[in-house]
Nanobody, 115 residues
């Protein structure tokens, strides 16, 4: 059974930092493109960052220079380091594993950026 379990969300003040983690099980992790998506209230889910099996990364423009995605293939973990957080980063953040037409999703972790 495939499981993606996110952790690390919470309440943080503007300018603060959080690190999200996603633990994967039930997949050959190193084969998959791993990504973080987010969905803010009333908005569509959007891609935040992806990392390929080889370690290449890509980010949505709004987080470039502030967020860093990384992965540990041995431990089947993917991280999202979020710095200089802004109120507009408030959303539920979802972990995604993608291989061809196959997609798996976690249940999400809430990040709230507020005073």
């Amino acid at each position: 059974q495939v499981q993606l379990a996110e952790s690390g969300g919470g309440l943080v003040q503007p300018g603060g930092s959080l690190r999200l983690s996603c633990a994967a099980s039930g997949i050959t992790f190193s084969y998959y493109v791993m990504g973080w998506y987010r969905q803010a209230p009333g908005k569509q889910r959007e891609l935040v960052a992806v990392i390929t099996s080889g370690g290449s990364t890509n980010y949505v423009d709004s987080v470039k220079g502030r967020f860093t995605i990384s992965r540990d293939n041995a431990e089947k973990l993917v991280y999202l380091q979020m710095n200089s957080l802004k109120p507009e980063d408030t959303a539920v953040y979802y972990c995604n594993a993608q291989l061809g037409a196959v997609n798996y999703w976690g249940k999400g972790t809430l990040v709230t950026v507020s005073l």
